[in-house]
């Protein structure tokens, strides 16, 4: 237990990493505002993920049931969360506190990359910096409600309300609530006719917390692939030699496993920009950094090494085992792309003058390749029928191939070809 303890980051090694990693990553072209760092153990870096990275929320089960399922994989040695880095001002990171010196210095050198990309990606620009305020009001507001109207109540607005979380139009549209045709959850937010006053303020009460959150769902690859390119530069700069070198590698190597047919967002972005700086130089990455998410990075960077090194493949569910079907790079970007478009959200717009006419909500799938998953439908309109419109609402989508009206009036579902 000694030799563990001796191994474990204390506040003042970790004040000293910081002061080494620091100049060196400004040296190297990093620009980094201030980062308030925190050791925490390992169960409460899950809780927080289970936050989705943020210490307030607001009561949930689903949180709960992240956070059993984080405390698993962890608990089986199945996942390792090193870090959490919170986009506000200031910044907050929460590293945990087993880590070892070495790790701590990759990890803070992974965090400031981080930050850096935060500070300058164009799809942040319109980040709530002042989050945690925001969260923190939503969450007295939902505890006052549950105290006013019931738990039922509050936990079913919510449950149908998060259905609709990620249905909410460009961050940087209409400032006015529901009149882009793509934001599905401010229009019921503002048009139901059956919700109160305080029903519609937590719609937007979540409508704004999955703001903040989407331009992290559309660069995953590109944001980790960023810290990871630059914590590997930043690394070889400070020359680490022994047990540090040791363990910083095997960290590294860590990070950087690959299980076909699962995606490492590490690997495959830190080689996107890796190719990237080859044939542009620094320029070429801060400008991927400035203006691309993951589908413009994919777009504009694989190669068919990439692929191959990434052992990146095309893969079909109902084959036996993780063996890929042969395909060229051009397959494989098409793939990866359809993967990530929109975050993996597929494209869904109200069908307004419909709804104005009808009284159902009537909303539109703009088929791009992927289509609904009908078995989450059902329910999905279900619960959107019952707890926030009071009557119907139906969906135009492709269905293998053929144009489809899937509907739900709260107690029947019924999907008919068109």
């Given at each position: 237990?000694?030799?563990?303890?001796?191994?474990?980051?204390?506040?003042?090694?970790?004040?000293?990493?910081?002061?080494?990693?620091?100049?060196?990553?400004?040296?190297?072209?990093?620009?980094?505002?201030?980062?308030?760092?925190?050791?925490?153990?390992?169960?409460?870096?899950?809780?927080?993920?289970?936050?989705?990275?943020?210490?307030?929320?607001?009561?949930?089960?689903?949180?709960?049931?992240?956070?059993?399922?984080l405390k698993t994989a962890y608990d089986y040695r199945?996942?390792?969360?090193?870090?959490?880095?919170?986009?506000?001002?200031?910044?907050?990171?929460?590293?945990?506190?087993?880590?070892?010196?070495?790790?701590?210095?990759?990890?803070?050198?992974?965090?400031?990359?981080?930050?850096?990309?935060?500070?300058?990606?164009?799809?942040?620009?319109?980040?709530?910096?002042?989050?945690?305020?925001?969260?923190?009001?939503?969450?007295?507001?939902?505890?006052?409600?549950?105290?006013?109207?019931?738990?039922?109540?509050?936990?079913?607005?919510?449950?149908?309300?998060?259905?609709?979380?990620?249905?909410?139009?460009?961050?940087?549209?209409?400032?006015?609530?529901?009149?882009?045709?793509?934001?599905?959850?401010?229009?019921?937010?503002?048009?139901?006719?059956?919700?109160?006053?305080?029903?519609?303020?937590?719609?937007?009460?979540?409508?704004?917390?999955?703001?903040?959150?989407?331009?992290?769902?559309?660069?995953?690859?590109?944001?980790?692939?960023?810290?990871?390119?630059?914590?590997?530069?930043?690394?070889?700069?400070?020359?680490?030699?022994?047990?540090?070198?040791?363990?910083?590698?095997?960290?590294?190597?860590?990070?950087?496993?690959?299980?076909?047919?699962?995606?490492?967002?590490?690997?495959?972005?830190?080689?996107?920009?890796?190719?990237?700086?080859?044939?542009?130089?620094?320029?070429?990455?801060?400008?991927?950094?400035?203006?691309?998410?993951?589908?413009?990075?994919?777009?504009?960077?694989?190669?068919?090494?990439?692929?191959?090194?990434?052992?990146?493949?095309?893969?079909?569910?109902?084959?036996?085992?993780?063996?890929?079907?042969?395909?060229?790079?051009?397959?494989?970007?098409?793939?990866?792309?359809?993967?990530?478009?929109?975050?993996?959200?597929?494209?869904?717009?109200?069908?307004?003058?419909?709804?104005?006419?009808?009284?159902?909500?009537?909303?539109?799938?703009?088929?791009?390749?992927?289509?609904?998953?009908?078995?989450?439908?059902?329910?999905?309109?279900?619960?959107?029928?019952?707890?926030?419109?009071?009557?119907?609402?139906?969906?135009?989508?492709?269905?293998?191939?053929?144009?489809?009206?899937?509907?739900?009036?709260?107690?029947?579902?019924?999907?008919?070809?068109?």
């Open positions: 237990m000694q030799r563990m303890e001796a191994r474990m980051i204390t506040p003042s090694t970790l004040n000293e990493l910081v002061d080494t990693v620091w100049p060196v990553a400004e040296l190297l072209g990093l620009s980094c505002d201030h980062i308030h760092f925190e050791l925490v153990d390992g169960e409460d870096i899950q809780a927080l993920a289970s936050y989705q990275g943020l210490p307030i929320r607001y009561a949930h089960w689903s949180f709960g049931k992240s956070f059993g399922r199945l996942s390792h969360i090193y870090e959490l880095v919170i986009n506000s001002r200031p910044y907050f990171a929460f590293i945990d506190r087993s880590s070892t010196p070495a790790q701590a210095m990759l990890i803070v050198a992974h965090v400031m990359a981080h930050v850096d990309f935060f500070g300058h990606s164009r799809l942040f620009a319109p980040t709530n910096r002042l989050i945690l305020h925001q969260t923190a009001r939503h969450a007295r507001y939902l505890a006052a409600m549950r105290q006013e109207y019931g738990t039922e109540r509050v936990e079913s607005l919510i449950d149908a309300g998060l259905v609709l979380a990620d249905f909410l139009g460009p961050v940087n549209a209409s400032p006015v609530v529901g009149t882009d045709p793509a934001d599905v959850i401010g229009f019921v937010a503002r048009y139901s006719p059956v919700l109160q006053d305080w029903e519609r303020e937590v719609l937007l009460m979540l409508r704004a917390e999955a703001q903040y959150f989407w331009p992290q769902q559309i660069s995953k690859i590109s944001n980790e692939g960023y810290a990871t390119f630059w914590h590997t530069r930043i690394l070889r700069h400070l020359a680490l030699t022994g047990d540090r070198l040791w363990d910083v590698a095997a960290l590294n190597a860590k990070l950087l496993e690959v299980h076909p047919p699962t995606l490492n967002p590490y690997v495959l972005g830190s080689l996107l920009y890796q190719a990237i700086y080859r044939e542009q130089g620094l320029a070429g990455v801060f400008q991927a950094r400035d203006f691309w998410d993951d589908v413009g990075l994919i777009r504009g960077a694989l190669t068919p090494e990439i692929a191959q090194t990434a052992q990146l493949g095309v893969y079909r569910e109902k084959d036996a085992g993780n063996a890929a079907v042969a395909a060229d790079v051009e397959k494989i970007r098409q793939q990866l792309i359809q993967d990530v478009e929109h975050g993996g959200v597929p494209y869904i717009h109200v069908m307004e003058d419909i709804t104005k006419s009808t009284g159902e909500l009537s909303l539109w799938h703009n088929d791009d390749g992927r289509e609904l998953d009908f078995y989450q439908l059902p329910f999905a309109l279900a619960q959107i029928a019952q707890r926030l419109w009071g009557a119907a609402v139906q969906i135009r989508t492709i269905r293998q191939g053929a144009p489809h009206v899937a509907r739900h009036n709260g107690t029947q579902w019924t999907d008919e070809a068109v």
